[in-house]
């Protein structure tokens, strides 16, 4: 895999080259792992669906992204390939975690009532602490040994390549990870007349079950 990595490296050297921008790059190459749908994309999107606590969801992704991007950037990404037990480790509790809020996703699919809301219902009044859901959030993004690879360890090379530009890059990268989470998590209410019903809320939430189960496998197999 940190073959694969490296060549990935090499071929965003090679194509973007020295005429664009240290920024830009970073924007770019960040926004081409960050859309990838996955197990924190998919948690966003639903909060962003049910209006529940979405800037406190969202500003931990970003938050989270800053401090990875950083990382990668400032070197630690080099600590992460030297240390394969890391990824292995995180591999293992972030599969069983996926498992736990696919099951907790799986029960609200096949409850009777469901738990459709309504869209113009003020967050307020849809109940729920907020910790558990900031908790859910970092969980999902920490948890996830693909934030070590692709955050940390791609980007973190590709930031490397671009020299005394590299800050620059990691702005690019923190800027495109800043938009897509604001994006996905407040553009989602669009998507909100869909769903107010019960039944379209266990279609999704035994979408996202099966999602995370897949990514879960993905993660142990891979």
Avoid: K
Avoid at 53 to 65: F, M
Avoid at 103 to 113: F, I, K, M
Avoid at 190 to 217: C, N
């Amino acid at each position: 895999m940190l073959r694969q990595y490296s060549s990935l490296v090499l071929h965003h050297n090679s194509f973007y080259g020295r005429a664009v921008p240290a920024s830009l790059h970073g924007f770019a190459a960040s926004l081409a792992l960050i859309i990838a749908i996955g197990s924190q994309n998919v948690f966003v999107l639903r909060q962003g669906l049910r209006r529940q606590h979405v800037l406190a969801v969202v500003t931990v992704c970003i938050l989270s992204d800053v401090v990875l991007i950083a990382a990668g950037a400032g070197g630690v990404g080099l600590l992460v390939r030297d240390a394969p037990g890391l990824v292995t480790a995180a591999r293992w509790g972030g599969a069983a975690f996926l498992l736990v809020y696919a099951a907790s996703a799986a029960r609200r699919a096949l409850r009777p009532d469901g738990d459709g809301l309504e869209p113009s219902a003020p967050e307020s009044a849809r109940g729920g602490g907020v910790w558990p859901v900031v908790l859910t959030a970092l969980a999902l993004t920490w948890l996830n040994p693909h934030v070590y690879l692709d955050t940390v360890l791609l980007l973190g090379s590709i930031a490397a390549t671009h020299g005394q530009q590299s800050p620059s890059f990691a702005l690019g990268a923190i800027a495109a990870s800043a938009s897509w989470f604001l994006a996905l998590g407040f553009g989602a209410r669009g998507l909100g007349r869909f769903l107010r019903s019960p039944r379209a809320w266990r279609v999704l939430d035994g979408g996202i079950a099966v999602t995370m189960i897949v990514i879960a496998i993905l993660l142990v197999s891979g």
